[in-house]
């Protein structure tokens, strides 16, 4: 049987069931009416349960796909928090490096600066004693000069 006239005989079923007093209602052959149903259910085109499947198998792709998405989603934002992180440690280590350098130079100046006044100090020292020594070698040659005279 196809299924028009299954359903032409499950309606013929249901409008022959007595109707119940004051209700919309109606007592039918229930075992009738079941298994008409299961004949319909039997008689449907491959096309109607290849398309139930198709939509189950389209809604759990569907799933996977947002699933991964998801997945991929979480993971780039876990590697764009590890790049700026990084990022972050890169500018710090360049902020530390330049400081240190800064330090260096400035340390290096000092010393330099202490190193010139060290030896201007110690040059004005031997010129002290040089000048000595050379007011000594003239007196000793002026007393030399009028001893010979």
Known sequence: MNMIS???????ELEKGVNVPFA???????EKCLEIIKDIRLSLPEEIKQAEWIKKEQQRILLEA????????????????ALVDESEITKNAYQQSREIIETAQSNAKEIRLGA???????LEEVEKYLMEQL??????????NVKIR
């Open 6 to 12: 299954l359903l032409d005989i499950l309606e013929d």
């Open 135 to 144: 007011d000594i070698l003239r007196s000793n040659r002026q007393e030399l």
């Open 116 to 122: 010139n006044e060290y030896a201007d100090s110690i």
């Open 66 to 81: 947002q699933k991964e998405a998801d997945t991929i989603t979480k993971e780039t934002e876990q590697r764009i928090r």
């Open 24 to 30: 919309s209602k109606a007592l039918i052959d229930r």
